[in-house]
């Protein structure tokens, strides 16, 4: 990765491959979302939260994977699902220091056979940029209503660890370990006023969320079943 | 139904007291109605001595018992982390000779003992690793300066056990402030003029200065070296134990550090000197140093040189504070409706930071076993004063442990600490049978043991003890010993790549604060 702030003038000769956008999310099993996307996350993936190693402090993210590094909706040429997080789509470009606009230069999606222009011949920000600048825009807007969710969620003790034993087709039994989760015991026990907070807060949404994209971890299952299987296929054919 | 017990009054506001009134509010706590009424006294005109400095592990469950968050417990008090002792020069008195008594029992144990092992392998390697570093990997965590836990890992959690080292007088404010706050107990700031009992002899109520008489039907001694009420008005007489351990002296020092970022050290140091030994414990802010010696061996002003020695010519400005120490404690613990807990029901030299760890025990132990009537509280008494003399007796043995086996011959301190009549019978038993096998659990059999069978270990086999080993059946779990021998191997070399410094794991903490889960 080589982030540098952008330049519309020095860069504008940068083109992007769209469909290799999603390419950096082939291997993370874990990608950061913010709080706006639970509902679109949650038809799709489990949503869990995981503590950031230099801080210590919770963030969002959706899971993609059973392991470190494997990222079970990726097909290898893209990512098979409905809804692709905004931390994916705006790639190469990141949110640098003072809210500047920085890009990736060493991001596959960069490629002079691009159909994808930073600037219009004019000069002006082309449509494509347009569309990144808003995602961005979203992604630094929900920043805080993340953290806010997140402090109210941890006040009243809706989280705990996430303990899925799960045992796969002819394998040894997994254990996820460091995902947290809603203490769905926890919260079915809170009080009437509590409850009012949270719907006030528009939280009860966020939480249910939280709750219906737990089962999707049985997808993440089946996926990696299937791949084990179609793995044992082809290793049995090449014998 | 006899004479209810419903109020409690301590009197003392040191670590003991307030530590004390958190331990029993904290489970028969005002709040849910039905709670003891709790009220503690102390008094603005004496200070508290507050050398304790260090804890035992203990402190995390009792601090999240009483309902503290461990980033504000880290935060308030200069608090850091704290893996064991690293005991220095104790052996030969040489520069190079030191051994760990860690926080974590060795690989295996109970379940497989390593000690003759390790044993066999060293009487026949030179170059083999010491005891501490061979079967446990927080030896090497500690040489490197390492925290115990990451950023990540949740309040009282830990990758490896810990304990803490925290600034005495900020951990009893900050303790009050809690009870006081969160806890619903009555503080009234007076000082005790008089002690009153009633025709039976049981304490009816104190006298003070300006807050009149405050009664209770419990009454509990913090009141320090003092011991107000068990000592003083009921009379139980003291009981030395310095014909076993002589130390009698403490020299304290408040030792600046070189600049905001200097290394945290993450246990405690003790190094052994002429007559005594020096504490070395490092908190946030500063390193809390003392000379702890035998007055019989040394003068204060010799002590004093070997103090200004270690601590440097830098710090030569600095104005160390004298304690004396009888060691030693009270013949009973609990007298009628009086209970000591902390200075007033003994102290010994911190070689093994028992002060804090016996509040904790003791509280605990009249929290749990509160007598519901005045009647039955003789019953719990009897028990407290038993289960409590055990503990100060084995308390005593290991440290007098810690003396035995040195080879020090520069000083008398040392040849009179080798005397077998210094020596408890109790601890000269074990002595015998260790010749020939390792302290096991089999010798530590009662429910109130203060140190497993592995703190033994440490200490025996980290002073140069050599046990035969020639007669034990070793081949039958040769196997799963190599293993775990391995096993170390493989967990130091993990935990020493991963682990932060002790430092900069504090200053994450307080930025970031840890999470609760």
Not at chain 2, 196 to 212: C, H, N, P
Not at chain 2, 334 to 353: D, I, Q, T
Request: one cysteine or more; charged letters at 20%.
């Amino acid at each position: 990765m080589r982030l540098i702030e952008l330049s519309r003038s020095e860069h504008s000769g940068l083109r992007i491959r769209a469909e290799r956008v999603t390419a950096s999310a082939a291997n993370q099993h874990l990608i950061p979302i913010v709080v706006s996307e639970f509902r679109k996350a949650a038809i799709e993936y489990p949503i869990v939260f995981a503590k950031h190693p230099e801080t210590g402090r919770f963030a969002p993210y959706v899971l993609n994977g059973l392991g470190v590094e494997e990222n079970l909706f990726w097909s290898g040429t893209e990512l098979d699902v409905a809804y692709v997080p905004l931390n994916v789509r705006r790639q190469p470009f990141y949110v640098g220091m003072n809210n500047a606009l920085c890009i990736d230069l060493e991001h596959p999606c960069i490629d002079p056979t691009g159909q994808k222009t930073i600037v219009n011949p004019d000069g002006s920000d082309s449509a494509y940029l347009k569309e990144i600048l808003t995602i961005l825009g979203e992604l630094v807007s929900a920043k805080e209503a993340t953290e806010q969710f997140i402090a109210a969620a941890l006040a009243l003790d809706l989280l705990a660890p996430i303990r899925l034993d799960i045992v796969l087709d002819e394998e040894k039994p997994l254990q996820l370990q460091g995902l947290y989760g809603v203490d769905e015991d926890r919260f079915r026990q809170l009080g009437e006023r509590e409850v009012a907070q949270l719907w006030k807060a528009g939280y009860l949404d966020l939480i249910y969320s939280l709750l219906i994209a737990s089962g999707q971890v049985f997808k993440l299952i089946r996926l990696r079943n299937q791949r084990t299987a179609l793995g044992r296929a082809w290793h049995s054919n090449a014998r | 139904m006899g004479r209810p017990v419903r109020s409690i009054c301590i009197v003392g506001g040191g670590t003991a007291g307030w530590l004390t009134a958190a331990i029993i509010a904290a489970r028969h706590g005002g709040q849910a109605g039905c709670g003891l009424q709790i009220t503690l006294i102390e008094s603005e005109a004496i200070g508290i001595i507050g050398v304790g400095e260090g804890t035992w592990p203990t402190m995390r469950s009792t601090l999240k018992k009483i309902g503290i968050s461990e980033t504000d417990f880290l935060r308030e008090c200069n608090a850091s982390f704290k893996q064991g002792a690293k005991f220095a020069r104790w052996v030969t008195g040489r520069e190079s000779d030191f051994y760990y008594h860690p926080l974590m029992l060795p690989e295996g144990f109970p379940g497989l003992d390593l000690a003759p092992f390790w044993t066999k392998f060293s009487d026949e390697h030179a170059d083999a690793p010491s005891f501490s570093d061979a079967v446990c990997f927080q030896e090497a965590i500690c040489e490197l300066g390492l925290a115990p836990k990451l950023i990540t890992s949740a309040e009282y959690a830990g990758v490896a056990n810990y304990a803490y080292h925290l600034d005495a007088g900020r951990f009893a404010s900050f303790i009050r402030e809690h009870c006081v706050k969160n806890l619903g107990i009555r503080h009234i700031v007076d000082d005790v003029t008089g002690v009153v009992q009633d025709e039976t002899g049981d304490l009816a109520y104190v006298e003070t200065g300006k807050s009149g008489r405050l009664g209770g039907d419990l009454f509990i001694d913090c009141s320090g070296f003092r011991s107000l009420l068990l000592g003083g008005t009921l009379g139980v007489p003291f009981q030395s134990c310095s014909d076993v351990l002589f130390i009698d002296r403490a020299l304290a020092v408040q030792v600046p550090y070189e600049n905001e970022q200097s290394a945290v050290v993450p246990h405690t140091l003790s190094v052994a000197q002429r007559d005594g030994w020096i504490w070395d414990i490092g908190l946030q802010n500063r390193r809390g140093v003392g000379y702890v010696f035998s007055s019989s061996h040394t003068t204060t002003e010799a002590a004093l040189e070997v103090l200004q020695a270690y601590v440097g010519t830098r710090h030569r400005d600095l104005q160390p504070r004298e304690i004396k120490i009888v060691p030693g404690h009270r013949q009973t613990f609990w007298k009628r409706n009086c209970v000591a807990v902390g200075l007033s029901a003994g102290f010994l030299e911190p070689l093994e930071a028992s002060a804090l760890v016996l509040i904790e025990l003791t509280a605990d132990f009249i929290s749990t076993m509160m007598p519901a009537t005045r009647e039955n509280m003789d019953i719990v008494a009897k028990r407290c004063n038993e289960t409590t003399h055990y503990r100060w007796e084995r308390i005593i043995d290991f440290l007098k442990l810690h003396y035995i086996l040195s080879q020090r011959t520069d000083s008398k301190f040392w040849i009179d600490n080798r005397d077998p009549g210094s020596i408890p019978e109790s601890l000269a038993e074990q002595m015998a049978l260790w010749r020939y096998r390792a302290p096991g659990d089999q010798d530590f059999m009662s429910n109130n043991e203060m140190f497993p069978a592995a703190s033994y270990q440490y200490v025996l086999f980290g002073m140069g003890f050599r046990m035969d080993v020639s007669n034990l059946p070793l081949e039958r779990s040769f196997g799963s010993a190599q293993r775990a021998f391995t096993q170390n191997r493989m967990l130091k070399e993990k935990w020493t790549r991963t682990l932060p410094k002790n430092r900069d794991l504090i200053n994450r903490i307080k930025e970031h604060g840890l999470q609760k889960i």
